[in-house]
């Protein structure tokens, strides 16, 4: 009698702190290492102000797959209609979120290292991109500690994406 009780009581007091917790069971993990398919609201429960995450917005066609590493660099790729997930194609676009201190100091620094080129881009992010590589085109705003590149593989369209201001944090 006295173990139905406390398995009662048990259940009661582990349902009660489900309930106080909002159902954080429920909320989605992107596992380390293995591109996912994610739907716009779980990349919104996925980033957060300590976790930040850029992207171009929903994709209009296709699908978004994300990758997650060990070293905390995300990887948001637009994939279209008719392309699994985890494809090792380099033929679609995708913007990379990566840790760095200081990113735009960083990035000041590389636009003028011979071999790269760059431009000023919406808001006043800095742009640049090597001239041996211009699919990807790296970005930083002033203050931040947050790198992003944007891969195409059009450079006009690296470029354009990065510039144009289309790129932007997943709120």
């Known amino acids: 009698m006295l173990a ?10 582990a349902l009660t702190l489900f309930l106080l917790r909002g159902g954080e069971g429920d909320r989605f993990v992107l596992r380390l290492g293995a591109p996912t398919a994610v739907s716009v609201k779980q990349l919104h429960e996925f980033a957060s102000p300590a976790r930040p995450v850029y992207w171009l917005g929903p ?6 797959e994300v990758t997650r590493t060990a070293r905390g660099a995300v990887f948001v790729r637009y994939l279209p209609v008719g392309v699994g997930i985890g494809d090792r194609s380099a033929a679609y676009t995708t913007i990379a979120t990566y840790a760095v201190p200081d990113a735009y100091a960083t990035l000041t620094r590389s636009a003028r290292t011979p071999g790269n080129a760059h431009a000023i881009g919406a808001k006043g992010a800095l742009a640049v991109w090597p001239l041996a590589r211009p699919t990807s085109v790296y970005l930083a705003a002033g203050g931040s500690d947050y790198l992003v590149e944007v891969y195409d593989p059009s450079p006009r369209r690296a470029r354009a994406l990065a510039v144009a201001g289309s790129v932007r944090r997943v709120r």
């Not at 994709?59 to 978004?64: E, H, N, T």
């Open 4 to 13: 139905v009780l406390l398995a009662g009581v048990g259940c009661g007091v």
């Open 59 to 64: 994709p209009q066609l296709g699908q978004l």
